[in-house]
């Protein structure tokens, strides 16, 4: 009798041994399936499991914030960009933010090599990496090649970032109701906190002209790009991937479909979209700052890195004294006093800070800055909580990074807005050097005081996390919503992109009039010899080869290009042999090549 006891203890036992065992490898297995409860390790970012995705958003957060000083006084002070040029680059870095919505979907429908987020993640880092790199070689780089590498550069950022949002969702499946989206908060906090220490950066590395010693912004652009292979590479090793289902993009579609229809989501999004399709920037600041006032670039980097420091600090403020707040209230009292704020600048424009107050323009200018930096952070993070609760299992990758994205392409189309109201008064670099002003403070009013506007809309955000809770409950939807919704998405990406699009190429041919001359030709090797004989782009196959089949894709039909790809293969290697030989010899018809 005791040895069957025991028996039977040993039974039970094992069974209990390979139901854990089973449990482990539910989280860990390439094959799809169903969670249903967390292991230890998902409880806390800071795990060897999970220690990639903090790291990632504060690579995001640094690098952002270590190129933005560096690049703007690259732009205006070494190659001269206007306003609208320097806004055009501002809006190819944001365009990215709207292909959040192919990558969830290729995620949540494509896995590679066995994985939904992991692979997608560490490709998209690899871009971001050889994009910068490639820009940091070239040395100097004009306003195309800086559009474009800077585009490539945040397609590959973006693409790793919708990875670790939707990664963290997954997570946050897992926390106990009261703690649902601390996950979320803290990763964000990180990715903020990145970027105080990046502005932090721009202001010491970033100031040879002034101080005598520090980085090119070549070098700057070389730093951004090894950091993820020193910092990130390694931990991805043990980056842990919660396995679900996957479903198919047709699946995707229709569970989007039920979703977009809700009241409880077409309704807030709608909100969401037209308070930042409001958020219309001042495109010519920047250049007042340096040109006009003078302010020396560690001063710029200053302002950004105080601003990030705020913006930390809104994010911190909200989380212990707002996280049960009214969004509603959150909303309409910061958006107010941002707009008072930023009626500031009409004071720095007529020196009413100097001549009636006795105030410097430094802590006149970083006052109204950092200020508007404090209250986005506090806007911030009602939305992302939002986002993270209408996201079905299953589909987090396409459903978060459809709503993020139909929040990030209203302020892309907010920034071609800018660039249109540039060419209403004359608020060109000469002008602003000039002391010619009256354009700028016009535009600094009418920027200052449409943000105000979307607040006649309020009523459409649910007043906070249990409205919204209800409403997703009470299932209540309306078939048309969804298709205003799904409208709105498609043609504000269809207008961004066709805009960037064609913004992107004029960048890249102005001023080689002899290149699109030859290229309408037909002869289009003749075109990009041309092209590469400028020492800034003759080491960079990636833009020969861009403007190449940009000139075939106007003139010819897709049926010619391929043959024309395949001789600018030989061509390109030409180049850059005859490149690391030290000579600049004539390239031969590509029609002889062996």
Not at 32 to 47: D, E, F, G, L, R
Not at 493 to 515: F, K, N
Request: some cysteine.
């Amino acid at each position: 009798m005791p040895q069957t006891q025991q028996t039977q203890e040993d039974d039970e036992e094992l069974q209990l041994l390979q139901k854990n065992k089973a449990k482990a490898n539910s989280y860990s297995a390439i094959k799809p399936h169903k969670t249903t409860s967390a292991p230890a390790w998902t409880q806390s970012i800071y795990n060897k499991q999970n220690i990639a995705i903090p790291i990632s958003y504060f690579l995001v957060g640094f690098s952002t914030a270590l190129l933005a000083t560096p690049l703007s006084v690259y732009m205006i002070k070494e190659i001269n960009a206007q306003p609208k040029q320097q806004n055009t680059i501002a809006i190819l870095m944001s365009v990215p933010w709207s292909f959040k919505l192919v990558y969830g979907f290729l995620s949540d429908s494509l896995p590679l090599f066995g994985y939904r987020r992991k692979s997608y993640f560490c490709i998209g880092y690899l871009i971001y990496c050889l994009s910068l790199g490639i820009l940091g070689c070239i040395g100097k780089p004009n306003v195309g090649q800086l559009s474009l590498g800077i585009f490539t550069a945040t397609i590959g950022q973006i693409m790793a970032d919708v990875m670790a949002d939707t990664m963290i969702v997954e997570r946050s499946r897992h926390e106990p109701e009261h703690k649902k989206g601390t996950a979320q908060a803290q990763v964000y906090s990180i990715r903020f906190f990145g970027s105080i220490v990046g502005s932090a950066g721009a202001i010491v590395l970033y100031n040879k002209s002034e101080w005598g010693w520090g980085l090119s912004f070549a070098q700057i652009l070389m730093m951004c790009s090894l950091l993820p292979i020193a910092l990130l590479f390694p931990t991805v090793i043990h980056l842990f991937e919660l396995k679900g289902e996957v479903k198919s993009v047709r699946h995707q579609m229709a569970d989007i479909w039920k979703m977009v229809q809700l009241r409880a989501v077409w309704r807030p999004m709608a909100f969401i979209y037209t308070f930042n399709l409001f958020q219309i920037p001042n495109v010519a600041w920047a250049s007042y700052l340096q040109l006009t006032l003078k302010f020396p670039a560690w001063f710029l980097g200053l302002i950004g890195f105080i601003g990030s420091l705020m913006t930390f600090s809104g994010i911190v403020v909200y989380k212990k004294y707002f996280f049960k707040s009214s969004w509603r209230a959150i909303y309409v009292w910061s958006s107010v006093i941002t707009t008072l704020f930023s009626a500031m600048q009409l004071a720095l424009i007529f020196q009413i800070n100097e001549r009636v107050f006795g105030i410097s323009n430094y802590p006149f200018a970083m006052g109204d800055d950092v200020l508007q930096q404090f209250l986005a952070g506090i806007q911030f993070l009602p939305s992302c909580v939002m986002y993270m609760q209408l996201c079905p299992a299953g589909s987090e990758g396409a459903t978060y990074s459809m709503l993020t994205t139909f929040g990030n392409i209203a302020l892309a189309v907010a920034g071609s807005v800018g660039n249109v109201m540039t060419g209403i008064w004359d608020v060109s670099n000469t002008a602003l050097q000039d002391w010619h002003l009256e354009g700028l403070w016009k535009l600094a009013l009418l920027t200052s005081i449409l943000p105000l506007f979307p607040l006649l809309f309020v009523g459409l955000l649910p007043k906070d996390k249990e409205e919204q809770r209800r409403l997703q409950k009470s299932k209540d939807g309306n078939k048309w919503g969804g298709v205003l919704f799904l409208l709105v998405l498609v043609g504000s990406l269809i207008l961004v992109m066709v805009q960037s699009l064609v913004t992107l190429l004029d960048e890249l041919e102005e001023g080689d009039g002899e290149a699109l001359e030859t290229c309408s030709t037909g002869n289009w090797f003749e075109a990009a010899r041309i092209t590469s004989n400028d020492s800034s782009t003759s080491s960079s196959f990636f833009f020969i080869l861009f403007r190449a089949l940009a000139c075939m894709a106007i003139e010819k039909p897709p049926s010619d290009i391929i043959p024309h790809v395949i001789s600018m293969r030989w061509y390109a290697n030409s180049i850059l042999s005859s490149s690391s030989s030290g000579s600049s010899s004539q390239v031969d018809d590509p029609g002889s090549a062996p």
